[in-house]
């Protein structure tokens, strides 16, 4: 399996990409001084949390923004993943 692409938007913000067909479908990582949280979790094409280690090692919270497959397909990797109530019509 690929690592994705991550990229330094600021030294607490990265965005992760992974990329099908000629599409790109963005994640991204916040850090903070005692958690990081990732929002969404990609297609599963990659190794998305081989990519957040590299940047950090801190505790990982885990977001969905809404149940479209390519924000919720990597969430097998996570023992945890919240996800917004107004969102389950669609991940169901």
């Known amino acids: 399996?690929?690592?994705p692409k991550a990229h330094k938007i600021d030294d607490t913000?990265?965005?992760?990409t992974e990329y099908d067909r000629g599409h790109a479908v963005n994640m991204y990582l916040l850090?903070?001084?005692e958690h990081a949280l990732l929002i969404d979790t990609g297609l599963n094409l990659t190794n998305v949390p081989k990519a957040i280690r590299r940047i950090t090692?801190?505790?990982l919270w885990v977001c969905n923004t809404h149940g479209h497959s390519e924000q919720i397909l990597g969430n097998h990797w996570y023992p945890e993943v919240f996800f917004p109530e107004e969102g389950e019509d669609?991940?169901?």
């Not at 913000?13 to 992760?16: E, K, P, S, V």
């Open 13 to 16: 913000t990265f965005r992760i």
């Open 31 to 33: 850090v903070g001084k």
């Open 57 to 59: 090692d801190l505790p």
């Open 1 to 3: 399996m690929f690592t």
């Open 90 to 92: 669609v991940f169901r």
